[in-house]
Structure formats: structure tokens, C-alpha cells
């Protein structure tokens, strides 16, 4: 079977054609080469219907191919139908030859054409390969082939038959190319159509199928990371200051350069409008702009508990007075007779109004402020970026302090530029003040951390603003201090060693500091400090009175040797809590309290800076806090062991991290206080 004998025979046909149309002599072999390419037509036509037939079909392209060329060429014919009628008087060699040439060019345009037909069709291969370029048989009744070579000399035939061989064997290696690169590729041609439309259809539904997860609600979202998100996360990844991996500073130092924009003023008084009013005795009463801000700074607080305490009004009616004019001061004396009424609910609405706020006002809102801390809440700390805690300088208002401060109520003065110091380094631009004002004092002092301080009116404190908690000024600080901690691990057995040996002591003095270090050690309770009388009554263990405390011999579920405390520490917040205590702090706590009242202090003859300088010669560094602080790690620590499990989910290790750090928040007696609206919340709820 020879399929590929028409592949170059129609083409040699139409080259002679192009060469003799007018010659309408038709001779045996083109009659038999017509027979062949229908006899052709039909197996490739069989060939679709057989896959097996057909690869067998496409194997012996090669050998059939190279048989029909070299028949055809060796038939050196003398064409009488040449178009051109000067060719009769050429010689049947050139003749030969001229058209040799023409049947060389005329296969590499077979080579060309053969491969664009197949990229075209690649599931018909046998009949597409002739049909495409081959003119059907009935449309070749003209073709003559003169084949009888009688006339050439036998010197120029066998000059011929090389110059054929070697074009043949160029047309054999083409004829190999062809086949190794265009017909293999031809018979899985359609499978790697088929299959690449399957993956484009496959991925267009999984695509699809994202997208719907996507909206869908309990479908995880597909983070996908864009250039400019990247490019952010790399800037924030590039700010962080890996400051621990650097030297520190030990001649004091705090920084070598800092930059900073001061801090940002609270807005300036606005009058109240006309229509709202305020009350004296029954009559209206316009005051002074100095007079009526300290007037609404009451109004505000109307509904809350301050108001309802003598101490708290009192110390408003006196600071309030003094920014009155001499007619103010004479008409207004009693804060009994003042109705603040309509002021009160003119604030109530304007909280109401901002809580109404659209989503677009609120943005704006939001993004204002944010462009105020990007000016303002961040510093250049040697040559770092770094975040700062509280830029803001505290507006004016009323003191409330914590507990029954003996100052709540007292008015907290607005703070003008004259009032405020700034420290910033040497070769930096000093911030502006506003406009009309100057800086009380510039400062720059590398020895200390803070940008501003001011001093305020109410207690005398020097107030600050300082870098925020995640900067590095604070992070050595907790570094430093749970350094301090993990080497007081060292030393604490020693410590307790030693305390309870003095237990034992002759000395009062000893027996009392013993014992409070008993206390700190086992309690977690903070040292405490001695307090002046216009503070809060806040103790610590070295200022325990004798009423805080109670003895008991024996309390059931507690145990034997029982002591009761019930004082306001810290924040004044409530301390209250019953333990069993060693027998032999017992009795010593039943010595101190002998042929005293109750107001006298339990250790009278302890101070805090005395018992810091004792622990200062058992280790460096050591004072009282750092207890707290290592009994707090330890509990976090001791309760992380007993309570994680490695094999845990990250919800059940979340979990067991807050289970213990719930025991250390029983350890240090940390919670919140009762919010001072919290009778009035629950009346107003009963209510509704």
C-alpha cells in the first residue's frame, strides 16, 4: 500500500502543466499515476474509519515517496505543451533540466504546504495532504506526460540521474524532518486539543467555584497578596528596629538624636449657643467665657456619682468662684441654687448627634484624626522611627481621682505653650508653638526619655509624654525588669532563708521586716508607700494599719493560724483575702498588734526605703517589686506546664493560656473597680 505516491506526483503534474498547456497528449504513466491517486483516495478514505490502518499508512510515507519521485524524475519526457514557443528550439537536455529545477523548488513548497494543511486539519492526515493542494482528477483531462526519454544522450541521462539522486536524497531527509516533527504530533493532535480543553474548562470551574466560595459566608476567604500590599508589609517589616541585637548605651544615655513635632493642643473653648441657658435662683445668669467652660465641665458630669458628694462640689464651688468676675462671685454662692438643666442636655444631644453620624462623616472623621497622628505619634529616635504614647496634652476639666480622693472636684487648668518644657535633640528643628505663644523652656537632655512635661495644677505632678509601650525605651525597661526577675530565681532560696531565721530575732526591727517580706514574698502584695494627707488612703504591706487585718486560731476550709486583710490598695482597689500564715509569723503579728488602736500602723518600726536597701545588699538590684514580679512570672509559668497540652488545638491552648493568666490575676489582686454609674445604670435599666 503506497499512500504517499501521490504526496509529489500531482505536483510534478502541475509544474508540467504550467510548462506544456497546450499539449493534449496524455501517456501511460500519467493515466497510471491517476489510477494510483484514486486508488489512493479510497484507502485514505478506509484509513478514517482505521486508526491502526492509518498509523500504518503514515509509517510508509518514506519508502513510497522516495519510489514515486525517483520514477517520475527519471522519466525525462519532451514537453510539447510549453507555453513559451521559444523553448522548441531548446535542446530535450536543457529542457530536462530547466524543469528538474522547477520540480526542486516545487518540493520545498510541498514541505511548506504540507505542514500548514496538517496544523489545519489534523484528523483527516492521508486526504487532506493531497486534497488541499491537488486538483481532483476530473479537473486534469489536459495533463500530458511525455516520459520517453529516447533522445537524451547517455552522457547527460547518467549527468541526470546524479543531479536526481542527490535531490532526492535532500527531498528523503525533508521527508524525515517532516515525519518526526509534523506527522507524530498529527496523531495526537486532536487528544491534546481535547485534553487542553478539558484543563481550560476544569479551571474556568474551579475558578468559578472560588469566586462563589467567596461569597459564600462559612467559605474561608483567599487572601491574595497585591504588589502594593506586599510592598507595605516589606516597608513595615524594613521600620521594625531590632534595637536588642544592638549595644546599650552605659554612660546613661537614653538617645543621641531625637526628633519630634511637640504635643498637640486640645481645641480652644466655643461658647454655647444663645438658646441654651443657664440658671441661677430661678433667673438666668450670663457669665464670663472663663466662668461659664468651668460651668459646663460640671453640667457634664450632672448625671454621675461626683456630684452627689459634699467634698466633690465643694471643691468645685471654690475653684469655680476664683475664675468669676466681682458680680459673679456676689450673685453666685451656693451651687444648691444653680440649675444646669438646659446646658446638661444640650451636651446629652450634641453626644447624641455624634453617635448619628453617617458611615461617610464618620471616615472623614477618622481619617482626619489619622492624619493628625501620623504628624504627631511618632518621633525620630536615633534616626528610627518610633511610636509615642499620649501626644495629647490633657484637656481642662474637673479632678476625679480614685477612691475618695480628698481633691476630686477641683477644676485641672488648660495648659498653655508657656507651661510647657521640650526636650528634643541639639541639631533638631524645634517645634512651633501656636500662634502668639512660646515654649516655656527647650531642653536637650539625652539622660532622661520623655519629649514634654508639664507640671499640673491639681496635685503638683509633673506630667509627660512619652514613647509608647511597643518602642524601645519601654521595651529595655520590661526587659530589664524580668531580667531582673529571672536572676532573683537564683537567689530566692536563700531569701526565704534568711527572712525566716529572722523570725526569730531579738530585734523588733528585724521580726517586723521579716515578716513583711513574708508577705510580699508569699502574697504578691506591693510595698506600699507612706501617703501625704491630700492624697487617697491607699496602702501597701509596709503601711498596714491595724485595722485591716484580723486573726483567727482556726477558720474551717482554711486552716489553722488564719489572717484576714481588708484594705484599699492601689487605684483603690478593694484587697480582701484569708489565708492560713506560718506559726511562727502568728505569733509575731499577734506581738505587734499589742496596746495599739486601730489607725496605728502594724510595722511601726519599718520603712519601704529601709527594707529595699536591705534587699539591695542580698542582691544587686533587688527591691520589692521585682517579688511581685517574679512570683507573678513563676504562677503564669507553673499553670502554663500543668495546663497546656502539646497536642492541643490553638483554641484550647488559648484557652489554658487564659485559665492561668486568671491565677495570676488573683495572685496581684488585679481587677476592675465598680464604674461610679453603676447604681444609676442599673436604676435607669430597671426603668425601661
Known sequence: MSLASPKLAPVVLNTNNNNNNNNNQTNTSSTSIKKELNNNKSRSSNGKDSKSNNNHQLESIHDSTT?????????????????????????????????NGRNSTTTINIKKETTTVIKKEPKCESTLIYVKND???????????????????????????????????SII????????????????????????????????????????????????????TTGKRKKKE????????????????????????????????PPLYESLPHNVKFFYNGMEVKLKEAAEEIMTFYARMLDHDYTSKEIFNN??????RKSMTQAERE???????????????????????????????????????????????????????????????????????????????????????EDVIINIGRQAQIPKPPERHHWKEIRHDNKVSWLVMWTENVRGNNKYIMLNASSRVKGERDWQKYEKARKLHRFIDTIRESYQIDWKSKEMRIRQRAVALYFIDKLALRVGNEKDEDEADTVGCCSLRIEHIKLFD???????????????????????????????VYKNLKLFMENKNGDDDLFDRLTTSGLNQYLSELMEGLTAKVFRTYNASKTLQDELDSLTDPNASIPEKILAYNRANRQVALLCNHQRSIPKTFEKSMETLKAK
Request: proline letters at 5%; aromatic letters at 6%.
Open 67 to 99: 519510489k514515486r519521485i525517483s520514477r517520475v524524475l527519471h522519466s525525462s519526457d519532451d514537453d510539447d505543451d510549453d507555453d513559451d514557443d521559444d523553448d522548441d528550439d531548446k535542446p530535450l537536455a536543457k529542457k530536462v533540466a530547466a524543469n
Open 135 to 169: 486538483p481532483s482528477p476530473g479537473k486534469r483531462k489536459n495533463e500530458n506526460i511525455d516520459i520517453d526519454d529516447d533522445d537524451i544522450p547517455l552522457a547527460k541521462k547518467a549527468k541526470n540521474q546524479i543531479s536526481t539522486e542527490r535531490k532526492l536524497n
Open 173 to 224: 531527509k525533508v521527508i524525515k524532518k517532516e515525519k518526526s516533527s509534523d506527522i507524530k504530533p498529527l496523531l495526537s493532535l486532536s487528544k491534546t486539543k481535547e485534553s487542553s480543553e478539558k484543563k481550560n474548562s476544569s479551571s474556568n470551574r474551579s475558578s468559578r467555584k472560588i469566586k462563589k466560595e467567596k461569597l459564600t459566608p462559612t467559605s474561608s476567604p483567599i487572601k491574595q
Open 234 to 265: 516589606e516597608e513595615e517589616e524594613e521600620d521594625i528596629w531590632r534595637w536588642w541585637e544592638e549595644e546599650k548605651y552605659t554612660d546613661g544615655r537614653k538617645w543621641t538624636t531625637l526628633e519630634h513635632k511637640g504635643p498637640l493642643f
Open 315 to 320: 471643691n468645685f464651688m471654690s475653684d469655680w
Open 331 to 417: 450673685l453666685i454662692k451656693d451651687i444648691r441654687k444653680c440649675d444646669f438643666t438646659q446646658v446638661a442636655n444640650y451636651f446629652k444631644e450634641q453626644t447624641e448627634q455624634r453617635k448619628a453620624m453617617t458611615k461617610e462623616e464618620k471616615k472623614k472623621l477618622k481619617d482626619d484624626n489619622e492624619l493628625i497622628r501620623k504628624e504627631y505619634g511618632f518621633c525620630m529616635w536615633d534616626k528610627h522611627r518610633q511610636p509615642v504614647g499620649n501626644y495629647k496634652i490633657e484637656p481642662p476639666g474637673l479632678f476625679r481621682g480614685r477612691g475618695e480622693h480628698p481633691k476630686m472636684g477641683c477644676v485641672k487648668k488648660r495648659i498653655a505653650p
Open 554 to 584: 482556726k477558720i474551717d476550709n482554711i486552716g489553722e493560724n488564719v489572717v484576714e486583710f481588708d484594705f484599699l490598695g492601689k487605684d483603690s482597689i478593694r484587697y480582701t483575702n484569708k489565708v492560713s500564715v506560718e506559726s511562727r
